[in-house]
C-alpha cells in the first residue's frame, strides 16, 4: 500500500502537521479532512483582532491556500470523518467518501460547551468557536445594542473588551464568585473585574444563567436562577470546551480526559496518531498527564507527531503558556498554577495596569501571569522549564532586574 | 507591493512581494520562508519572529514600542539590531530591504 498520511481536522494542529511532514521529508501523500469550510486558520484572533474587524479571513489563515498546492496536500473542507475502520485502515466521510490511509492523524479540536438551556435556540444567542460564529456576532456589532456574555474566562472577557470598545453596552454573568476563577489567582482576578468596570463593562458574579427569553425567536433577555433579568440583543456564550474524541471512543482507541497519546502522540493503535486540544499526553516536565487547550501545545505536538510518523522520536516536552489580549492589557502566562501554595505580587495590581504574579509550590516557581509584564513572561519561560526554586522576597523586589533572577535560584 | 529579501541562518536568500499594510511576520510565512516561527500569529507574546535588520534600514523602520523591545531582551538568539517581525508594517519605504533569521527561534 502506498504511502498516505490522512489528517482529520483542520485546526492548528493539521494545519502544522502537514507542514512539519514535508519539512521532514515525507514525500507520500497527505489528505486534510476539515468539516469547516475553511483551510486551517489561527483560533485566537477570532475573539481579538477579527472579531474586532480589524483583519480579515486572509490574515487569519495559518497558511495561504497556495501552500497546500504547493506542498501537494489534499484538502477537503467542509467534509466530516463519520468513522474510522482499523482494520482495514479506512476513514468514512460524510460525502460517501472511503479513504485509506497508512498512517492516521487525529487534530479533532474541540467544540464549545453548550448551555441547553430554555430559549438557547433563539436568534441571537451565539457561541465563539469558529469564523461563522464571528460572522454571526458582528452582525450585531454593527447595530450597537446590548450584549450578555454568559462566562467570566478568556473567550468571554475578550469578547466583552472588543464589544465594549464597538460602543455596545455589556454585562458579564459568570456563575463562579470571581472571573477566570478557573486559571487564576483572586489577585489577577479582582484587577480584571476593575479593568473591565474602568472599561465600562458591568460584571456580574455568582451569576447562574437559567434561561433566554425572545420575542418573535429573537432574543430579548437573559433570566437568571434568582430571578433576575437582563435585556439583551444578543448574548456569547463561553463556557468552555470539549475535546472531540468521539470518533476514537468508536473506534475503540485509547481515551482518558481526551485521546491517549505518548510523548510522541502515538495513540493505542501504532498507525494512528493525535495532536492538540484533543489528546490527553504526558509532560515530563511537568510530571503528569494532561489535557491543553492551547496553540502553543496544538503546534508543538503536531511536530512531534510529524516527525514520529517519519520514524524520527522527538517527544514533547514543553511548559506551557497562554496568552489573552483584552483592551490594552496582554496576558502572558506561562505553566500551570493548579495546585500552588504561594502567590507571589510584583508590581501593583490595585493601581495601573501592568504586574506580575508567580506561583509557588513548596518554593518552587510553577507559573507565572505577566499583564504587560513581558520581563516576567521571558524570563519565567525560562525559570520554570528549570524547575528552580527563588525566594519570594526577590521575586517581589521590583529592584532586582528579572534578568539577575536567576541568580537567586536555588 | 513591497520586494522584501528574507536571508536564512545558512544563507539561503528568499525575496518575496509582501503586500502593504500587511506585517513583515505575514510576509514571511505567507511566501514559505523558513525559520520564521510566528508561534503566536503576530500577537507580539512569543517572540519567534526575530530578524536582524542591517543598519541602514534600521532607520527606516518603526520604532520599537515597549513590548517588543523588552521580548527581545530576553531572547537566546537577540542582538542590537534585532525585530521582531510581526511589529513591522510593510510599506513603500521598505522597498529592496534585506533582513536575517537567526539558526532558531526557540
Redesign the interface.
Known amino acids: 500500500m502506498s504511502d498516505h498520511v490522512v489528517i482529520v481536522g483542520a485546526g492548528h494542529a493539521a494545519g502544522q502537521a502537514a507542514a512539519s511532514l514535508r519539512q521532514e521529508g515525507y514525500e507520500g501523500a497527505i489528505t486534510m479532512i476539515g468539516n469547516e469550510p475553511y483551510i486551517p486558520y489561527q483560533r485566537p484572533p477570532l475573539s481579538k483582532k477579527f472579531l474586532a474587524g480589524e483583519i480579515g479571513i486572509d490574515r487569519v489563515y495559518f497558511k495561504p491556500p497556495e501552500f497546500y498546492e504547493k506542498e501537494n496536500i489534499t484538502v477537503k473542507l467542509g467534509t466530516r470523518v463519520t468513522e474510522i475502520d482499523r482494520k482495514t485502515k479506512t476513514v468514512h466521510t460524510d460525502q460517501g467518501e472511503t479513504l485509506t490511509y497508512s498512517k492516521l492523524l487525529l487534530t479533532t479540536g474541540s467544540r464549545v460547551r453548550e448551555l441547553n438551556l430554555p430559549g438557547f435556540d433563539l436568534e441571537g444567542v451565539f457561541y465563539l468557536r469558529n469564523v461563522g460564529d464571528v460572522e454571526g456576532i458582528q452582525s450585531y456589532f454593527n447595530k450597537g445594542g446590548k450584549c450578555v456574555i454568559v462566562g467570566g474566562g478568556y473567550i468571554g472577557l475578550e469578547v466583552a473588551a472588543v464589544a465594549a470598545k464597538h460602543g455596545i453596552d455589556v454585562t458579564v454573568l459568570e456563575m463562579a464568585p470571581m472571573v477566570m476563577a478557573r486559571v487564576v489567582d483572586p489577585i489577577v482576578s479582582r484587577f480584571y473585574e476593575r479593568v473591565h468596570k474602568e472599561e465600562g463593562v458591568k460584571i456580574l458574579t455568582g451569576a447562574a444563567v437559567s434561561g433566554f427569553e425572545g420575542k418573535n425567536g429573537q432574543l430579548t433577555k437573559v433570566t437568571c436562577a434568582d430571578g433576575t433579568a437582563h435585556e439583551a440583543d444578543f448574548v456569547v456564550v463561553g463556557v468552555g470546551i470539549l475535546p472531540n474524541v468521539e470518533l476514537a471512543v468508536e473506534a475503540n482507541l485509547e481515551v482518558e480526559n481526551g485521546i491517549a497519546v505518548d510523548e510522541c502522540c502515538r495513540t493505542s493503535d501504532p498507525d494512528i496518531y493525535a495532536a492538540g486540544d484533543c489528546t490527553n499526553h504526558p509532560n515530563p516536565l511537568l510530571g503528569e498527564r494532561l489535557r491543553l487547550e492551547s496553540v502553543h501545545n496544538a503546534l508543538e505536538q503536531a511536530k512531534t507527531a510529524a516527525a514520529a510518523i517519519c520514524g524520527k522520536e522527538k517527544p514533547y516536552a514543553q511548559i506551557p503558556w497562554f496568552w489573552s489580549d483584552q483592551y490594552d492589557l496582554k496576558l502572558q502566562i506561562v505553566g500551570l498554577s493548579a495546585g500552588y501554595d504561594q502567590a507571589v505580587v510584583r508590581g501593583n495590581p490595585d493601581e495601573g495596569r501592568s504586574f506580575a504574579v508567580f506561583y509557588l509550590k513548596e518554593g518552587r516557581l510553577i507559573a507565572v501571569d505577566a499583564i504587560n509584564r513581558a520581563p516576567e513572561f521571558m524570563m519565567s519561560k525560562q525559570l520554570i522549564a528549570k524547575g528552580v526554586s527563588i525566594p519570594a522576597e526577590k521575586l517581589r523586589d521590583e529592584n532586582i532586574n528579572m534578568k539577575e533572577m536567576a541568580a537567586f535560584a536555588i | 507591493m513591497t520586494k522584501v529579501v528574507f536571508i536564512e541562518h545558512d544563507g539561503t536568500e528568499h525575496e518575496v512581494d509582501a503586500e502593504n499594510g ?1 506585517n513583515l511576520m ?1 510576509a514571511a ?4 520562508v ?1 525559520g520564521i516561527d510566528a ?3 503576530g ?5 519567534t519572529c526575530m530578524i536582524y535588520v542591517p543598519e541602514e534600514w534600521a532607520a527606516k523602520l518603526p520604532a520599537k514600542e ?2 517588543e523591545e ?2 527581545l ?3 537566546d538568539h537577540s542582538k542590537e539590531n534585532s525585530r521582531l517581525a510581526c511589529q513591522i508594517e510593510v510599506t513603500d519605504a521598505l522597498e529592496g530591504i534585506r533582513v536575517s533569521m537567526p539558526a532558531s527561534q526557540h
Open positions: 500587511t505575514e510565512t505567507k511566501h514559505l523558513p508561534d503566536c500569529g500577537a507580539c507574546a512569543c517572540a515597549d513590548m523588552t521580548m531582551d530576553f531572547c
